[in-house]
Structures are given as structure tokens and as C-alpha cells.
């Protein structure tokens, strides 16, 4: 089957750095992607990852092992408006983007 | 401005009644799909249109029906409307259905009652 796994919630604060990690068993791979969703919004892309390794981009950077079937998203100098949900997602071999459940991350002062 | 627009933002409505949700994207991509976002925050595609051709129909029942008149809009029609059809219903497009990032509408939180 399909399955994506993230953590439900997490806590961090303001100026400090977090790691949200995902973990994906997939029927066939095409690419992981983070998406940020505040609430009562849509999603909004973040980065993506189809080959091994660490893709950077600001504040925000994305890995991915392949073999492991894992990826983090890395928040550096968090700010109270990165409290939303991150939604890691996996393109499967049929093209079709599964999105796991999502992580709620709280940043307080 | 709107890269993907969706009508109606809220729609209350009764148990075994019809509605349409409307989606539009003036981006020009050539990809267009559904989601849903149920209560506990799941999003899940339901279908997927390449250039107005239907290429994923996850398991989702016949009473929801796709429709794409040209390949920036993409409607979405649900007959005989149940509780469990109560979610956030979300529009996307990507300009091809290999392309990794995906543009959201803002969502269409549909409440039956």
C-alpha cells in the first residue's frame, strides 16, 4: 500500500531551528515535495526533492534518502507566521501526488 | 490576479441535494485536478485532467462527475449529496502532469447537513 508518515504536531520557538521529518513507502517514486498550508488556507509549494541529498532555498531546505524513504523539512530562524501545517507529499509512479496527513508546528514567542 | 479561482467559497446545503463547484486557472497550464481535505486534515486527489482528459479517477463514488469544457476550467459536479461529502474541496494545476509544483485554489469548504 501507500503510506506517508509525519509527525502530528510539534512545538518550537521563535528564532530557533526545526526539523519535520517524513517517511514514505510508495508504489514507485517521481519526487517529495513540502508544502506549507496556514489555516483555513491553501497549500503553497515549498520545495522539492527527487534525487538524494539537501536542496536549500532561504530559511527552508528539503532532504531526501531514497533508500530510507525519508526526507526532512529543516525551518531555520523560525518566525511566528511559519505556525501552519507542512504537508509532505510523494509522486508515485503513476504520477499521482499523495499528501500525507500533515504536521502542525506551533512556533511561540 | 487570481492564478486559481474556485466558486463557491462556502456552500451549506441538504442531504440528496445536486451542487457544482467551479474551477478556473489563467496560468495556462495543462494540467487540473480535485482534492478533498477531510476533517482531519487528509488531502487527497480525486481526479486529474490533462488538456480536458480525465488521467487519474481515484476510487471516488459516481456520484461526484468531472467535467472539463476547455483545459482552464475544471468543474466538479456531486449529485445526491451525503454527510460524509462535507470537506474542504480543493482545485489545483500544474503546467504539465509531470510538473512537480502544484498551484491551489483556495478551497471550497462544502458543509451538508
Known amino acids: 500500500g501507500q503510506n506517508i508518515d509525519q509527525p502530528t504536531e510539534m512545538t518550537a520557538t521563535e528564532g530557533a531551528i526545526v526539523q519535520i521529518n517524513c517517511t514514505y513507502q510508495?508504489?514507485?517514486?517521481?519526487?517529495l515535495f513540502w508544502y506549507q498550508q496556514h489555516a483555513g488556507e491553501a497549500p503553497t509549494f515549498l520545495s522539492y526533492?527527487?534525487?538524494?541529498g539537501l536542496e536549500e532555498k532561504g530559511r527552508f531546505s528539503s532532504f531526501l534518502s531514497r533508500s530510507k524513504g525519508y526526507s526532512y523539512l529543516l525551518l531555520k530562524e523560525l518566525q511566528m507566521k511559519d505556525s501552519a501545517s507542512y504537508l509532505c507529499?510523494?509522486?508515485?509512479?503513476?504520477?499521482?501526488?499523495?499528501f500525507g496527513a500533515g504536521t502542525r508546528l506551533f512556533v511561540k514567542a | 490576479d487570481t492564478a486559481v479561482s474556485q466558486t463557491p467559497k462556502y456552500l451549506v446545503t441538504q442531504m440528496g441535494n445536486d451542487k457544482s463547484i467551479k474551477c478556473e486557472q489563467n496560468?495556462?497550464?495543462?494540467?487540473m485536478y480535485w482534492y478533498k481535505q477531510d476533517s482531519k486534515k487528509f488531502l487527497k486527489i480525486m481526479f486529474s485532467?490533462?488538456?480536458?482528459?480525465?488521467?487519474i479517477n481515484e476510487t471516488v463514488p459516481n456520484r461526484f462527475s468531472p467535467k472539463s469544457p476547455d483545459k482552464a476550467h475544471l468543474n466538479l459536479h456531486i449529485n445526491s449529496l451525503e454527510l460524509g461529502d462535507s470537506a474542504v474541496y480543493f482545485c489545483?494545476?500544474?503546467?504539465?502532469?509531470?510538473?512537480?509544483?502544484?498551484?491551489f485554489g483556495p478551497g471550497t469548504r462544502l458543509t451538508v447537513t
Open positions: 489545483a494545476s500544474s503546467p504539465r502532469t509531470d510538473d512537480y509544483e502544484q498551484y
Open positions: 510508495t508504489s514507485g517514486f517521481n519526487g
Open positions: 526533492n527527487v534525487l538524494d
Open positions: 507529499a510523494v509522486r508515485t509512479g503513476g504520477f499521482k501526488t499523495i
Open positions: 496560468l495556462g497550464h495543462d494540467t
Open positions: 485532467y490533462n488538456n480536458k482528459e480525465l488521467i
